[in-house]
């Protein structure tokens, strides 16, 4: 596949996805929501695929959030199977192209087979370096907050940490996959303009991207759309134009990979 208007140098570091619109999707077809995340698994494949081809580094997909812990039991059932099997398909590929995989969020709450499968296939491709996958799986960002901010004030109340010295990186650094750069870009499908709870400590200074396209659909030329728009875009961190020309690019990439 061609990647025609893409700049391969100025590629977002990160990408960071709110996969929306299975269940709409479905239902615009008469089919089960069920049949809609079957259909959103493959769309997971296809954007892991061309992540790797293109060549991005770390790829965050939201799969399951502390919220949709109340969603009706067989559709919870159901993606958790769904989660379950794309990990034992997917890991021989992820060996094969040095696809290493995280996930962020609270295990303890998912079921002790899925959890067993998920920390096997982290074990096994730690040392994979070509790219990252993170799963977000019975995540949200305000929980991931309140974990950071336990552990934190444990070690305050253990006096293994003077408070004057708290500051964004050690909050970064005690969140859930300290080793991943925030987000450049934060693609949302489905057309909600929201944020859902996601990344909410890393967005600071993501691009978002909003499609109307449900996640189903969301495929290569979706993709490339999204990719090709962030690199329109002029991304300041709170700067203004004239700074961007004089200070140095190590300064601005800060976040990214941005010129
Ligand atoms: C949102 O659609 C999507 C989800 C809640 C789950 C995403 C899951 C998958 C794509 C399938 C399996 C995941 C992996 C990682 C293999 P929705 O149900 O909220 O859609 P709606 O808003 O139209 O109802």
């Given at each position: 596949m061609?990647?025609?208007?893409?700049?391969k140098?100025r590629?977002?570091?990160h990408?960071?996805?709110?996969?929306?619109?299975n269940?709409r999707?479905a239902k615009?077809r008469?089919?089960?929501r069920i049949?809609?995340?079957?259909?959103?698994?493959?769309s997971v494949?296809?954007?892991?695929e061309?992540s790797?081809k293109?060549g991005?580094?770390?790829?965050s997909l939201?799969?399951?959030s502390t919220?949709?812990?109340?969603?009706?039991?067989?559709?919870?059932d159901?993606l958790?199977?769904l989660?379950q099997?794309?990990?034992?398909?997917?890991?021989a590929?992820m060996?094969r192209?040095?696809?290493?995989?995280?996930a962020?969020?609270d295990?303890?709450?998912?079921?002790?087979?899925?959890?067993?499968?998920?920390e096997?296939?982290i074990?096994?491709t730690?040392n994979n370096g070509r790219?990252?996958v993170v799963?977000a799986?019975?995540?949200?960002?305000r929980?991931e907050?309140?974990r950071?901010?336990?552990?934190?004030?444990?070690?305050?109340?253990?006096?293994?940490l003077?408070?004057?010295t708290?500051?964004?990186r050690?909050?970064?650094?005690q969140?859930?996959s300290p080793?991943?750069?925030?987000?450049?870009l934060l693609?949302?499908?489905?057309g909600?303009?929201?944020?859902?709870?996601f990344?909410?400590?890393?967005i600071a200074y993501?691009e978002l991207?909003?499609?109307?396209t449900?996640w189903?659909d969301?495929?290569?030329q979706?993709y490339?759309q999204?990719?090709?728009?962030f690199q329109r875009r002029?991304?300041?961190f709170?700067?203004?134009?004239?700074?961007?020309?004089?200070?140095?690019?190590?300064?601005l990439?800060a976040?990214?990979?941005?010129?």
């Amino acid at each position: 596949m061609k990647f025609d208007g893409l700049d391969k140098n100025r590629l977002p570091r990160h990408v960071a996805i709110i996969m929306d619109g299975n269940g709409r999707w479905a239902k615009l077809r008469g089919k089960s929501r069920i049949e809609g995340h079957r259909r959103g698994k493959t769309s997971v494949r296809v954007i892991v695929e061309l992540s790797r081809k293109i060549g991005i580094r770390f790829l965050s997909l939201y799969a399951f959030s502390t919220e949709n812990w109340l969603r009706p039991h067989d559709e919870v059932d159901a993606l958790m199977g769904l989660l379950q099997h794309y990990l034992i398909a997917e890991q021989a590929k992820m060996m094969r192209y040095g696809i290493r995989l995280l996930a962020v969020g609270d295990r303890s709450r998912l079921p002790q087979s899925v959890r067993r499968t998920l920390e096997q296939v982290i074990e096994a491709t730690r040392n994979n370096g070509r790219m990252t996958v993170v799963l977000a799986l019975s995540y949200s960002g305000r929980d991931e907050i309140v974990r950071m901010a336990r552990q934190i004030a444990r070690a305050a109340r253990e006096n293994r940490l003077d408070p004057e010295t708290i500051d964004e990186r050690m909050i970064s650094a005690q969140m859930d996959s300290p080793e991943v750069p925030d987000p450049d870009l934060l693609i949302r499908t489905s057309g909600e303009m929201r944020i859902s709870n996601f990344y909410l400590w890393q967005i600071a200074y993501s691009e978002l991207y909003v499609t109307p396209t449900l996640w189903p659909d969301f495929r290569e030329q979706e993709y490339l759309q999204a990719l090709i728009d962030f690199q329109r875009r002029r991304r300041r961190f709170g700067r203004t134009d004239e700074q961007l020309v004089d200070t140095a690019p190590s300064v601005l990439e800060a976040g990214g990979s941005e010129s």
